[in-house]
């Protein structure tokens, strides 16, 4: 079956600090990758997307960036952090059958102090 | 892109009926689904719907779909205090995901 590790799950980072926040699809192969961040009490923002190995989209301007180095394998980084990209980070895959939606990792709080 | 709109909140009482509801903006969208999200944890897909279906009922669980009027129900059967959560509607079209802004449920004993 498949499954997806996100990690950390918690992180408390000082603002000008970089991030590696890693993402990894189990039991399938060639998924649509997905970064998402919620702003607390608000609803989901589609970060970044990828259909493939060094395929990246990014729908918003940002202090982020994303890498897909192997075929399961999703990273969100930064090189330094500011105070608004608090927030909680969710990774998610997808198959090309679309009825299947998304399915979500666990996700990271991600805290700059 | 694709608008999704939600009501922030809702509030009933233990075995009574919740409705939340759910609004898009572009009709060409081919799937329509519901999330749950339970405090500090990621989305579960609940139940989705085909854009060619008005209704799919899953035990507790009914989706209702008005192409017409762009509008999407969730109404969950005898609410219990395990379905306080944050409920998401989202959207697929051309190959994303459109998420709502998420409807916090909170059940009253």
């Known amino acids: ?113 | 892109g694709e608008d999704v709109e939600q009501s922030l909140f809702l509030s009933v009482r233990e075995g009574d009926s919740s409705v939340i509801n759910c609004t898009y903006t572009d009709s060409s969208s081919t799937y329509l689904y519901w999330y749950k999200q339970e405090p500090g944890a990621g989305l579960q897909l609940l139940t989705y719907i085909f854009s060619n279906m008005d209704m799919k009922q899953d035990q507790r669980l009914t989706v209702l779909l008005n192409k017409k009027d762009k509008h999407l129900s969730l109404r969950i059967a005898d609410t219990q205090t395990g379905d306080s959560a944050i409920y998401f509607c989202a959207v697929y079209n051309f190959n994303k995901f459109y998420f709502g802004s998420g409807t916090k449920l909170n059940v009253k004993p």
């Not at chain 1, 608004?84 to 990774?91: I, P, Q």
């Open chain 1, 1 to 113: 079956s498949q499954t997806i590790h996100q990690w950390p799950a918690t992180l408390v980072q000082p603002v000008g600090s970089p991030l590696s926040l890693e993402c990894t699809v189990e039991g399938t192969s060639n998924p649509n990758l997905y970064w998402y961040r919620q702003a607390a009490g608000r609803g989901l923002q589609l970060l970044f997307y990828s259909v493939g190995i060094g395929q990246i989209s990014s729908e918003v301007p940002q202090n982020l960036s994303a890498s897909r180095p192997q075929d399961r394998q999703f990273i969100l980084s930064s090189k330094k952090l500011l105070l608004s990209d608090s927030g909680f980070y969710l990774c998610a895959w997808s198959v090309t059958r679309r009825q299947e939606g998304y399915t979500f990792g666990s996700g990271t709080r991600l805290t700059v102090v």
